[in-house]
């Protein structure tokens, strides 16, 4: 019999097919998927999320455990009857007008995902009309933009001003980041939260809706 710990290790190590098969095998032996997916898959990333912030794993591991982790969680989800899945809530992402960078973002949006949070990928190049569209549409709790230039930091300013003019902003947290993005950046342009990394911006979402 598979164990919880087998399945939390194959995400630390980022064995995708592995955490795959063995998720599989447990729910396939009758173990109840929400306790595969949080005393082995979250347990696994949460170990991730320790090693990451104290330097003993770095991004390519991260996005590997990740993908070992939404592997697993592919694998049981079709066992999970009705809505069992309670999202913590719901997080739109993108990036800001003119920022074609994606990687760090999609780092953000896998982390979240493991999280729980059902999230809305907008893509890259969002202008502020794109943002207010997917609020609209989604009803997020959270909008998390994402930018990599110093050129494209002033349209997260931009969004907010129209989230405020549309008269929204006060129905979403926003929450920024980005390598050239700092907190005190995130402080002067009015947002709710800035995240340094996925796993910071993971801790800050939780926190944001609890
Ligand atoms: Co570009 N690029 N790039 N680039 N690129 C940078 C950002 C740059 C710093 C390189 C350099 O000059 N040293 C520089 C920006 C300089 C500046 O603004 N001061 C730069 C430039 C100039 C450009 C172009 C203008 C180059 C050109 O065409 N002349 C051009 C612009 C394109 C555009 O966006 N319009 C461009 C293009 C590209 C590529 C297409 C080639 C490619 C992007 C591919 C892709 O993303 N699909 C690319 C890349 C790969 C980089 C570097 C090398 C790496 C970025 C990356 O993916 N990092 C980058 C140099 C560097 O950063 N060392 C560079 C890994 C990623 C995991 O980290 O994105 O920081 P990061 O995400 C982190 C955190 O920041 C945080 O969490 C993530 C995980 O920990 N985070 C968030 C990110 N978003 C978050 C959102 C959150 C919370 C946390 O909440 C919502």
Redesign the pocket.
């Known amino acids: 019999m598979v164990s919880f710990d087998e399945v939390k290790k194959s995400v630390l190590k980022g064995q995708i097919e592995k955490a795959k098969d063995l998720s599989a095998s447990l729910v396939q032996s009758g173990e109840n998927p929400l306790n595969i997916i949080d005393d082995g898959l979250i347990a696994g990333m949460n170990e991730v999320g320790i090693k990451f912030k104290a330097g003993d794993m770095f991004?390519p591991e991260?996005?590997m455990s990740a993908k070992a982790m939404s592997a697993g969680v592919d694998a049981v989800k079709p066992f999970i009857e009705g809505d069992e899945i309670k999202a913590p809530g719901v997080v739109v992402?993108g990036?800001v007008k003119?920022?074609?960078?994606?990687?760090?973002?999609n780092?953000?949006c896998m982390i979240l995902e493991s999280a729980g949070f059902k999230v809305i990928d907008i893509g890259?190049?969002n202008s502020a009309e794109q943002f207010i569209e997917a609020v609209k549409e989604h009803h997020p709790q959270i909008v998390?933009?994402?930018?990599?230039?110093?050129?494209?930091m002033p349209f997260m300013r931009e969004t907010i001003d129209a989230f405020v003019e549309e008269g929204i902003r006060d129905t979403i947290k926003i929450?920024?980041?980005?390598?050239?993005?700092s907190r005190q950046f995130a402080e002067e342009i009015g947002a709710d939260g800035?995240?340094?990394?996925?796993?910071?911006?993971r801790d800050?979402c939780v926190n944001l809706v609890s």
Request: hydrophobic share 50%; aromatic share 2%.
């Open positions: 991004v991260v996005i992402v990036t003119g920022d074609l960078h994606d990687i760090g973002k780092l953000v890259v190049d998390g933009m994402s930018a990599l230039l110093t050129t494209t929450i920024v980041g980005g390598a050239p993005v800035y995240g340094e990394d996925a796993i910071s911006a800050l």
